[in-house]
Structures are given as structure tokens and as C-alpha cells.
């Protein structure tokens, strides 16, 4: 089985909103996009995880202060970053990244260090998909998400972000639309 680990706006917050928002609006904006599987807003902290124990979970130092800040809007090619904005890797974000490696993968403190240098690349998707996308597509990308950031009193991605959040523990095996949160830890204390 798989699991992953992975850190969300606080519920209800506007970032929260928005995120969810470009979600919706970006496979509307693109008949293309439209097959892109429903995800709720977050950041992968760990991914491929094996079940996690309780006291594991538990165990999670969370760093004081946790702030997430948006670069820019992104492209890529892969299918679980294929739209999404870039995440500043910030000393909270990275502690996080690291102490969920000590806790969840039982890795020792430097080798984690190591393991986020070198993998973590913190990002927030807006859309999963298969389909390559050309320039036109970017650019109805940017126009409904400047178009949304616009309706919300923002002109830029940049600068945008949240404090605190909750962290959720993620089965994730198989379609996208069959992962399942199995457990949510509150940081926003």
C-alpha cells in the first residue's frame, strides 16, 4: 500500500478557497484539461510512504511559525505537476519535509537532510493530467488563473500562501479519485 503525507491550507481559510476555486475553474477553461481527477488542495510533504503507525504519526515535530509561500504559476510534465504553483522552500516547509522523514520513513536526522535537499520540491497542483500542453493551453491556464487571483484582490501568485494548515495522512493507491484521507493532524494550534 501506499501513503502519503500532505499538508493543506487550514479548512475554511480563503487560500483554501482559492486553491480549491482554480481547481474547478482551470478544467472549465480547457476541454482538455476536463478529464483531471478532483484532489483537494495540498502540498506533498512525503509521498510512497508504508502504513504509518500511530505512534509515528504522533511523533511529528511540527515546526512553529509553518509558513507556505507561493512563487509562480507552473508547468511541467509530469502527470502530478502538470499545472500548479512552485512552493518557496522556506526553513518551516523544510523542517516539516524533514521531520516526516525521521518520523514516517525512520530515517536518521542527516540522511532526511539529505533526502529533502535533493527530492523535495514543494508545489501545489491544480491539475492532474496526461495531456501535453502546448502554449494555448498555458496561456487559458494563466488568463483563469489571473482571472481568479483578479475576482480575489490579487494580482500575482507571488506572495500568496498560508500559515499553519493540517496535515493529512493519504492513502494513495490507485485512481486518484479512490485515494482516501485516513487521518488529519491539526497544526494550526
Not at 504553483?85 to 522523514?101: N, Q, V
Not at 525521521?102 to 491539475?127: C, F, T
Not at 498560508?162 to 497544526?187: N, S, Y
Amino acid at each position: 500500500m501506499a501513503f502519503s503525507l500532505w499538508l493543506t491550507p487550514p479548512p475554511g481559510s480563503p487560500m483554501y478557497a482559492h486553491l480549491s476555486q482554480f481547481m474547478c475553474e482551470l478544467p472549465k477553461a480547457d476541454p482538455s484539461l476536463s478529464a483531471s481527477p478532483a484532489f483537494l488542495p495540498h502540498i506533498t510533504v512525503v509521498s510512497g510512504l508504508p502504513q504509518p503507525s500511530t505512534s509515528s504519526l504522533s511523533r511529528l515535530k511540527l515546526p512553529a511559525g509553518l509558513t507556505i509561500s507561493f512563487n509562480s504559476l507552473s508547468f511541467g510534465s509530469a502527470y502530478f505537476k502538470k499545472i500548479h504553483f512552485s512552493i518557496e522552500r522556506s526553513h518551516t516547509s523544510i523542517e516539516l519535509a524533514k521531520e516526516a522523514r525521521v518520523n514516517l520513513q525512520s530515517m536518521w536526522k542527516g540522511e532526511a537532510e539529505r533526502a529533502v535537499e535533493l527530492e523535495y520540491d514543494p508545489h501545489a497542483s491544480l491539475i492532474y493530467s496526461d495531456v501535453g500542453l502546448n502554449d494555448p493551453i498555458k496561456e487559458v491556464a494563466r488568463q483563469t488563473v489571473k482571472l481568479e487571483l483578479e475576482k480575489s484582490g490579487h494580482t500575482t501568485s507571488e506572495g500568496l500562501g498560508w500559515r499553519g494548515g493540517q496535515l493529512l495522512l493519504v492513502k494513495t493507491e490507485g485512481p486518484v479519485d479512490q485515494w482516501k484521507v485516513l487521518k488529519t493532524i491539526d497544526t494550526t494550534g
